[in-house]
C-alpha cells in the first residue's frame, strides 16, 4: 500500500512539473516578443540582439519538457485524460518555441533595417499594434491552460482575424509607400517582415488554443498556478 500511494504521488507530482515548466516557457517567450517590439519600436539594436540571444533557453525548455512527457508516457502508460494532456502539452511547447524563434526572426530583421540603413520606419504604430494583439493572445491562451475555458480557447482562435486584418491593410501602406518614393523601398520592404512575423506569431497561438479547447472538453486536470512575469502552422 505505501509503494503504490508513494508510486501514485510521485507520478502526479511529474505532472505538475511539465505542468510548471509550460507556464515557465510561456513567460519567456511573452518576454521575448515584448522586448522585439520594443526594440522594433525604438530601433534599439542593443535590446534586439538580446531577444536573439535568450532564445537558447526556449528551446532548452521545449526539448527537455518534450522528453518528459516521452518519458512518463512510455514509463506510466497514461490513458484517457493523462494521455491526452501530455499529448497536447507536446504540441503547446513546440508551438510556444516556434513563437520564440519568431520573436528572435523580428530582433534580426530589426538588426537588419536600423544597423544597415539607419532610417526611420514608417507606421510603426501598426507594427506596434500587431504585436501588443500577438502577445494578447499569447497571454490568453497560456490563461486558457490554466483554467482549461474552452470557450475562452475557441475565442483565441476566431481573434486571428484580426491580426490578418492589420496585417494586409499594413501591406498595402507599405506597397503604397514603395511606388511613391521608389528611392527609399529598401527598408519598408525590410520592415515588412516584421508584421509578417507578428501574423506568424498569432497564428502559432492558433494551435495553443485549440489544443486547450481540446483538453478542457475532455476535463483534463486544471493546472494550479502559474508563474508570474511577462510572460501553428501557416509560416515555416
Request: glycine residues 6%.
Amino acid at each position: 500500500m505505501f509503494t503504490k500511494d508513494h508510486t501514485a504521488k510521485k507520478y502526479d507530482q511529474d505532472l505538475d512539473s511539465i505542468r510548471s515548466r509550460v507556464l515557465l516557457m510561456g513567460g519567456l517567450v511573452e518576454s521575448q516578443i515584448r522586448a522585439a517590439i520594443e526594440a522594433f519600436a525604438e530601433g534599439d539594436t542593443d535590446k534586439a540582439a538580446g531577444v536573439d540571444r535568450e532564445d537558447h533557453r526556449v528551446n532548452a525548455l521545449e526539448v527537455a519538457i518534450d522528453q518528459d512527457c516521452a518519458q512518463i508516457i512510455a514509463r506510466r502508460q497514461p490513458a484517457a485524460v493523462d494521455l491526452r494532456m501530455l499529448m497536447g502539452i507536446s504540441k503547446i511547447v513546440t508551438d510556444l518555441e516556434r513563437s520564440g524563434d519568431e520573436a528572435s526572426k523580428i530582433a534580426r530583421m530589426t538588426r537588419t533595417i536600423y544597423g544597415r540603413d539607419m532610417c526611420r520606419v514608417s507606421c510603426i504604430t501598426d507594427v506596434r499594434d500587431m504585436g501588443n494583439l500577438a502577445v494578447g493572445m499569447l497571454r490568453a491562451a497560456l490563461d486558457t491552460f490554466v483554467r482549461q475555458d474552452a470557450v475562452e480557447a475557441a475565442n483565441i482562435v476566431r481573434e486571428d482575424l484580426e491580426i490578418d486584418t492589420k496585417f494586409w491593410r499594413f501591406t498595402r501602406q507599405l506597397i503604397t509607400f514603395m511606388m511613391e518614393d521608389p528611392q527609399r523601398s529598401p527598408a519598408p520592404w525590410r520592415s515588412c517582415s516584421s508584421p509578417r512575423q507578428w501574423n506568424a506569431l498569432a497564428i502559432r497561438q492558433e494551435p495553443c488554443g485549440t489544443g486547450d479547447l481540446y483538453r478542457a472538453r475532455h476535463r483534463c486536470p486544471p493546472c494550479s498556478h502559474r508563474p508570474t512575469g511577462t510572460g501553428s502552422q501557416r509560416y515555416g
